[in-house]
């Protein structure tokens, strides 16, 4: 018999377990608790934070790497150093900035900071370098 396969079957009911009870914890917070933060945890030295938003900021419009470019050219990177950190083609950068143009209705990367900004306040303002807001909406792959 092997033992290894049987202690992993384990450890994964173990950890199925402790996630159903943290979602149930979270759940029940979520419809009784007024608190802006909800769920504050730590596991394998990743803080884990939900926190409860009053109102949904043009923000929550976007697909988590949609966020995840918008926050990137905040910090003043051009497509070509985002398509490189996210390994994905510059094209594709400027397909989702197309994306996030629409959501948004904006026309160029100063104005989806700026929108993001006055609706997020998790953005920083120092995000928005001269770099940011002199960018042109599509900036050439090459």
Do not use: Y
Request: include cysteine; proline fraction near 6%.
């Amino acid at each position: 018999m092997n033992h290894g396969a049987s202690s992993g079957v384990l450890a994964r009911d173990e950890l199925r377990d402790d996630a159903e009870a943290l979602a149930l914890a979270l759940i029940s917070r979520l419809s009784s608790s007024p608190e802006r933060v909800l769920l504050d945890l730590e596991i394998d030295e990743v803080r884990c934070l939900v926190i409860r938003c009053d109102r949904a900021g043009p923000i929550s419009l976007l697909s988590p790497r949609e966020r995840e470019i918008a926050r990137m050219v905040a910090c003043g990177h051009p497509n070509k150093t985002i398509a490189s950190v996210l390994e994905i083609s510059a094209w594709t950068v400027a397909s989702h900035l197309r994306r996030i143009f629409v959501k948004l209705q904006v026309s160029s990367r100063a104005a989806m900071v700026n929108r993001l900004a006055m609706g997020e306040p998790r953005l920083e303002p120092d995000a928005l370098t001269p770099e940011v807001l002199t960018a042109t909406p599509f900036a050439s792959p090459g």
